[in-house]
């Protein structure tokens, strides 16, 4: 059974940090690439950031450039978006995806709240 945990979410101050993970099973993660969106209220689901199976990665949008780093570890096939210099505009609930050519896999989600 394919599952994708989400975890590390929570709520933290303008300016601090937070590091979500996503913790995969059921299929070979190491053949995956791996993506986090975000959704926040009221608004359409957005791309954050892809790390491809060899490792590269990218970010959708100049506002999380130079904050958030997506990294992977195919050990503990686990991906990771580590959050700095957070904004109350990066509050939103983030999906961790595992996507391949055939197949398209998707987390529950997991609550980032940033708020003084």
């Known amino acids: 059974q394919v599952q994708l945990v989400e975890s590390g979410g929570g709520l933290v101050q303008p300016g601090g940090s937070l590091r979500l993970s996503c913790a995969a099973s059921g299929f070979t993660f190491s053949i995956y690439g791996m993506r986090w969106h975000r959704q926040a209220p009221g608004k359409e689901r957005e791309l954050v950031a892809v790390?491809?199976?060899?490792?590269?990665?990218?970010y959708a949008d100049d506002s999380v450039k130079g904050r958030f780093t997506i990294s992977r570890d195919n050990v503990k096939n686990t991906v990771y978006l580590q959050m700095n210099s957070l904004k109350p505009e990066d509050t939103a609930v983030y999906y961790c995806?595992?996507?391949?050519?055939?197949?398209?896999?998707w987390g529950q989600g997991i609550q980032v709240t940033v708020s003084s």
């Open positions: 995806n595992a996507y391949s050519q055939s197949s398209n896999y």
């Open positions: 790390i491809s199976r060899a490792g590269t990665t990218a």
